[in-house]
Each structure stands twice: as structure tokens, then as C-alpha cells.
């Protein structure tokens, strides 16, 4: 059996299990309301919503929204050398509200699936893994008092990935996210730096940027466009610019009950810069088909 196909099966039906266990246990969880955390935690979910705008999430710029839910994506990435490359999660998972101000992510490890080209053979392994985000909601106000969020974080990575898929090196990401309403219409992004600890002349140290353009049509639907900017300040990469442009639909929330509210989405990402060039591969893919899902709770 062809490497990539034999290593699809597992991990797959282990991210739906796990995914399948926190949606039964986690919802049932927060409504036992026996007092202490578990009721703690659920009004701090209460406020925290209260607070700050009702938009959803966009498809890749990280929302600086407080929320508490459960996400799967999927992304289908096509490269210029060839390679396709399915990868599941991509540092998505559980996110929870800890106070009315606070967040933190605990993120499944992703998954990818790659084919074979010219120079390579497929591969089917786990990437590195952002495993913790830790969010600081800084300021807020709901739709009705300016319809604005500003949020700080920092996300940890931890080099787990197979030989072909790791940097070797540990990372740290602080960001600080925005987002501001006018109406139907909002603007959400973030600004932030990928710091690896070690193997820095390779790696390099990225700014990164990420901008979505968000409208809000009837009541479920949120079109959107995002621009998606990396610039690779030292390493192997020094000087490059990498942009992606992001057209995009998400899809909800529906209240399916019992406190749960579900929404899709769907968006297809094209690089626009830098011209391919192979050593090092860049850009990392040339277009992506992301497919997100999330339930909130």
C-alpha cells in the first residue's frame, strides 16, 4: 500500500474520536452547574460574550474574540513543486474561556499528508505542535457600546514533529489582536512575530500580519476576503515577503441544542507573492482549500 494512503486511517478516526468524546463530555460538563469552577467558568463565558462584539470567526486570521468551543480545520495545499498536502487541524482544538478577560487554547497536534514529486517521497506524519495559547482580552465593548475587541496572547510550539515535518527548534508566538464594527460590516486582524529559540539561521524570525475584511449578510452568513502576510526578517528565507489573499464564506452559528451552537465554513487561499522559486520552497504552498468546523458551547 502506497505509504501516504496507509497512514491516513489512523489519525483521522483518532482526531474525530477525541473530537467526538469533548463534544459529548465538555457541554455536559459545563451545564452540571454544581457549583465551584464548573460554575465559575460558565459565567465567565457569560460575561465575556457580553462584552465584546457578536462577529465570527474568520477562516485564517486568528479572531481576537473570546471564545469557547471546539474547532476542526482541514486544508487541501497545493505547492509549486508538485507536492499536495492534506493537513488536519492546524493548531486548532479546544478553546475555553478561564474569565472574563482570559483564554487559553489547548490545540490538537496537526496532521499532514503529503504526496510524492520529483525529489521527494509522500510522507504521512505530525507537524510541530502549538500545543497552549494563552489570551489576554485588553479592551471591549459590545455591538450597542463601539463594537470594538483588542486582545494579547502567546502561543507556544514544541518541535514534536516527524523527521520531515519539524523545525527542531521550540517557538514562541506573541500577538496582539484586533478587531472594530461599523454596522454589518467589521475588520478583524493581528500582528505578531514567530521567535524560534534555537536553529534561528535557518528558521529565521517572521512578522506576521493577517487582515479579514467581514460583512455580515442576513443572519448566518459572514462573506469575507483576508490578506495574509509573512516577512522573513533573517534565516534561509531573509528579505522575502510571503502574502496570501483569502476569499472566503463561514456559515453560522446554528443552535442545534442542549447549548450548542455549530458553523462551517469554506475559503481558498492563493499566494500572490513572493514568484515561486524552490530552495527554500517559496512560498510554503501556491493555493489552499481550508475547510473549517466549530462548535461552540
Known amino acids: 500500500m502506497h505509504p501516504a494512503q496507509s497512514g491516513k486511517t489512523a489519525p483521522v478516526l483518532a482526531h474525530a474520536v477525541l473530537l467526538a468524546l469533548l463534544l459529548g463530555a ?108 494563552m489570551e489576554q482580552r485588553l479592551f471591549s465593548a459590545s455591538k450597542e457600546d463601539g463594537d470594538y475587541v483588542v486582545t494579547a496572547w502567546l502561543s507556544l510550539q514544541a518541535p514534536t514533529g516527524i523527521k520531515s515535518l519539524t523545525s527542531s527548534a521550540w517557538s514562541l508566538q506573541p500577538t496582539l489582536a484586533f478587531g472594530k464594527g461599523w454596522g454589518d460590516f467589521d475588520v478583524q486582524g493581528t500582528v505578531g512575530a514567530v521567535l524560534p529559540t534555537s536553529n534561528v539561521h535557518v528558521l529565521g524570525q517572521q512578522i506576521q500580519s493577517n487582515t479579514a475584511f467581514q460583512y455580515h449578510l442576513d443572519t448566518v452568513f459572514w462573506p469575507q476576503v483576508e490578506v495574509n502576510w509573512i516577512y522573513y526578517a533573517d534565516g534561509q528565507r531573509a528579505g522575502l515577503n510571503q502574502v496570501y489573499l483569502t476569499p472566503g464564506l463561514v456559515v453560522g452559528r446554528f443552535d442545534i441544542g442542549h447549548g450548542l451552537k455549530f458553523t462551517t465554513g469554506l475559503g481558498y487561499q492563493i499566494a500572490v507573492a513572493p514568484s515561486y522559486r524552490a530552495r527554500p520552497l517559496t512560498p510554503a504552498y501556491a493555493n489552499s482549500l481550508i475547510v473549517t468546523t466549530r462548535m461552540n458551547f
Open 26 to 133: 465538555l457541554p455536559q460538563a459545563a451545564r452540571a452547574g454544581d457549583g465551584g469552577v464548573l460554575d465559575y467558568l460558565d459565567a465567565s463565558a457569560d460575561a465575556a460574550r457580553a462584552s465584546q462584539p457578536e462577529w465570527s470567526s474568520p477562516l485564517a486570521t486568528t479572531t481576537a474574540l473570546m471564545e469557547q468551543r471546539l474547532r476542526l480545520d482541514m486544508y487541501q495545499q497545493h505547492s509549486g513543486n508538485g507536492a499536495d498536502t492534506t493537513e488536519l487541524d492546524g493548531g486548532k482544538g479546544l478553546d475555553l474561556i478561564v474569565s472574563p478577560t482570559n483564554e487559553i487554547q489547548i490545540a490538537l497536534p496537526p496532521y499532514e499528508i503529503r504526496s510524492a514529486t520529483a525529489s521527494a517521497k509522500s510522507l504521512a506524519g505530525y507537524g510541530d505542535w502549538t500545543f497552549l495559547r
